[in-house]
C-alpha cells in the first residue's frame, strides 16, 4: 500500500511540507464549493430551457374571458403553423401561479387575472409573438402573447456566463495548488540534498527518489482533500437546509443530487492528482539538473 510505504527521507522532520495539508484543504473547499455552484446553476438552467424553451402564453383580459372568445382563440392557436397543443389554463391553477410571488392568500383575494392559454411550439418553430398578439386581438381585442424566449434567453446567457466564471475560479485555484506543491517539494529538495546526494551514491535511480516525493505529496494532499472536501460538504448541507423552506418562483434549487454529489468527489482526487503528478514532475526536473 503507498500510505504505508516507508519513505527513506525523513519527511516526518520536514517542517516545509506541514502548511501543505492546510492549503489543499483550503483549496479543495473552495473547489467544491464553485463545481457545486456550477452544478447548481447548470441544473436551473436545463430546468428552464426544458419547462419554458418552446412554449408561449396567451393572455386574455378578464373581462373578455368568456367561454367564447376562449374557445375562439383555441381554434385560432390550434390552426397557426407550429403550434403542437394548446391548453386553456384552469382559473384555480393560473392563480396558484401567483402564489410563489404574492404568497397563499391571493387564492382566497379575489384579485382579477387574466385568463391564460398555454401554447407549445414545435421542436424549432418560431413565432413572432407581437404578429401572433396582432392577429388574435382581431378576434379578441386586449389579448397579449407573451414570448419565454425573449426574457429567458438573458438568464440562460447570464446562467451560462456563471458557469464559465466558476470553472475558470477553479483554474485559478488549481494553479494555486501547483505552485503550492512546486514550493513545497523544492523546499524538501533543499532540506534532504544531502541524504538524495546518498542516496545517489547508493545506487538509487531519480525516479526511485522522485517517488518518495510523489508518495509525499500523496499523503498531504490526501488529508487536506478529505479536509476541505468535509467541510465543504458540511457548507453545502447547511445551505440546503437553510433552503429548504424557500420557494420562490425561478430560485435555483440548493440542494444537489446523489450523482452530483458523488460527481463533486472529482474535486479532491483532481487535487490529490494534481500534488502526485507535480511533485514528480518538480523532482525530476530538479535532479536532473544536479552533478
Known sequence: MM?????????????????????????????????????????????WDSTLTGRMTVQVPKDSATDAATGTLVTLLSATPGVTAVRPVPANEARALLVPWLGEEVLDSGLPIPALIDVELAAGARLDASLLT???????????????????????????????????IL??????????????????????????ELLHQMGAHDTYIAGQ???????LSLRGGIAGTAAAAIVLLAFAWVGRGIDAAFLPPVTLTIAEWITLLIVPA??????????????????TRMP
Open 213 to 219: 516525493f510523489q508518495i509525499q505529496a500523496m499523503k
Open 3 to 47: 500510505l504505508g510505504h516507508r519513505a527513506d527521507l525523513p519527511f516526518d522532520r520536514d517542517q516545509s511540507t506541514r502548511f501543505l495539508p492546510w492549503i489543499v484543504a483550503l483549496m479543495v473547499f473552495l473547489g467544491a464549493l464553485m463545481f457545486a455552484g456550477a452544478m447548481v446553476v447548470s441544473d436551473t438552467i436545463d430546468s
Open 270 to 287: 483532481g487535487a490529490v492528482a494534481i500534488a502526485m503528478f507535480t511533485a514528480r514532475v518538480t523532482v525530476m526536473r530538479a535532479l
Open 171 to 196: 483554474g485559478l485555484i488549481a494553479s494555486s495548488a501547483i505552485v503550492a506543491v512546486i514550493f513545497t517539494t523544492r523546499s524538501g529538495l533543499a532540506v534532504h540534498a544531502a541524504i538524495i
Open 134 to 168: 396582432a392577429r388574435l386581438s382581431q378576434s379578441v381585442p386586449g389579448t397579449t402573447v407573451d414570448d419565454h424566449r425573449v426574457w429567458l434567453s438573458a438568464l440562460i446567457n447570464l446562467g451560462r456566463a456563471i458557469e464559465i466564471l466558476a470553472f475558470i
